[in-house]
Structures are given as C-alpha cells and as structure tokens.
C-alpha cells in the first residue's frame, strides 16, 4: 500500500535541533521529500534524497534515511522562530505515472 | 514566469453547481499534478499529465472530477454537482523532464468552499 506517517505535532526551544520522523510503506519510492508550508501560503520544497542515498545535508537541514526500516527524518538544526510550520513528508512513487503520497504533516512549534 | 499560477485563488459555490479551476504550470514543464488539500491533512494526489496525456488517476477523483490538459500546457479541473465534502484547496505542481529536476513547483492553491 501506499502510506506516509509522521507525528502531528513537534515544539522545541529556539536555538534547539528539531528532528522530524516519518515512516513510508512503499518500497518502490524513487524520492522521498521534505516540504515546508506556513500558514496561509503554498508548499515550499525543502530539501529530498534519492532513495539510494542515506544522507544528505543542505546547511542547517540533515535528512537521514533508512530504506530497510522506511524510515525518514530531518533534523533542522539551531532552530529559529521562523521555522515554525508545518512539514510534509512525502514519496515519490512510479506506478506507470508518477505520482507523491504526502503525510498528514507534523506541526513544528518554536518556542523562543 | 514567476511560477505556478492557479486562478481563482478562492471560489465559493452552492452545493450542486458546477466548479472548474485553472492551473497554469511553469513554462517547459512537461508534467503537471492536481491534489487536494482538506483541513489538517497533507495533499491528496488526485491525477497527474505527462505533457496532454492523462497517465495517473487517483481512485478519489470520483466520476464528477475531470481534469484536461488539452495542448499540454494550462489544465482545468471540473467539479459537477458540488458536494459540501468537496470543500477543500485545490493544489496543482508543475515539474520539468525527469532527467532534469525532480521538483515540483506548487502553486498558492485554489480555495473552494461548497455551501
């Protein structure tokens, strides 16, 4: 089946790391992704990996992925106010088209 | 082009009339998505055109959802006989070439509310 978890809502202490989990069930994910959307505006593309990566880092983001436990997460790190936002897992699936399941989204709250 | 442009921003309509939005992707690209956005819920896959052919459809566009792209650049989304459960924003992404980018650029999404 195709389905993407993550935890609804997450709050941290400005200065802190955030880590973000996620956990997908198909296997035949080509990307997975990270998106970003504040209240009232569009989704914003964070970062993603290839599902033959493990790692990758963009300066304060670092997505990590376990293919064997579909396992996703994304640590922002030195976190500020203006990360608060909801963030969206999502995987990118070929299956004749091409189509990206999204989670339910996790709530990041920032605390200063 | 600044990006994905969806018109109207906000529709409100009575249940049972017609609704159809317009999507118009980032210039050169090839492959364009609708979703659906409801309150608290991440994006929905609905369909997805790979230039004017329709090559992916979600079981949840019933049959009163039909979505064109005619010469493979703007696409409609139709909603017949509106239903309140249909209220939700509407999201349409654009991406270029898989063998040049995998990003979707999404648009600011279009609001219906069914009353």
């Known amino acids: 089946g195709e389905d993407v978890e993550q935890s609804l809502f997450l709050s941290v202490r400005e200065g802190d790391s955030s880590v973000i989990n996620c956990t997908y069930t198909?296997?035949?994910?080509?990307?997975l992704y990270w998106y970003k959307q504040e209240p009232g505006a569009g989704l914003q593309l964070l970062t993603y990996?290839?599902?033959?990566?493990d790692m990758k880092q963009d300066q304060r983001l670092t997505v990590l992925l376990n293919k064997k436990d579909k396992h996703l997460s994304l640590r922002i790190a030195d976190t500020q106010t203006g990360d608060s936002a909801i963030y969206f897992c999502?995987?990118?699936?070929?299956?004749?088209?091409?189509?990206?399941?999204f989670g339910a989204g996790t709530r990041l709250f920032v605390k200063a | 082009d600044t990006g994905v442009s969806q018109d109207p921003r906000h529709k409100i309509t009575k249940r049972g009339q017609n609704v159809t939005f317009r999507c118009d992707p980032i210039?050169?690209?090839?492959?364009l998505y609708w979703y659906r956005q409801t309150l608290g819920q991440g994006p929905e896959f609905l369909t997805y055109?790979?230039?004017?052919?329709?090559?992916?459809k979600s079981r949840l566009l019933s049959d009163r959802f039909s979505a064109e792209r005619p010469k493979g650049s703007f696409s409609t989304l139709e909603i017949q006989r509106t239903e309140q459960g249909d209220s939700a924003m509407y999201l349409c992404?654009?991406?270029?070439?898989?063998?040049?980018?995998?990003?979707?650029?999404f648009g600011q999404g279009t609001r219906l509310t069914v009353v």
């Open positions: 999502a995987e990118s699936i070929r299956t004749g088209g091409f189509k990206t399941i």
């Open positions: 990996i290839f599902s033959n990566m």
């Open positions: 992404a654009s991406s270029p070439p898989r063998d040049k980018n995998t990003e979707a650029f």
């Open positions: 210039s050169e690209h090839n492959r």
């Open positions: 055109f790979q230039n004017e052919a329709q090559l992916e």
């Open positions: 198909d296997s035949s994910s080509t990307y």
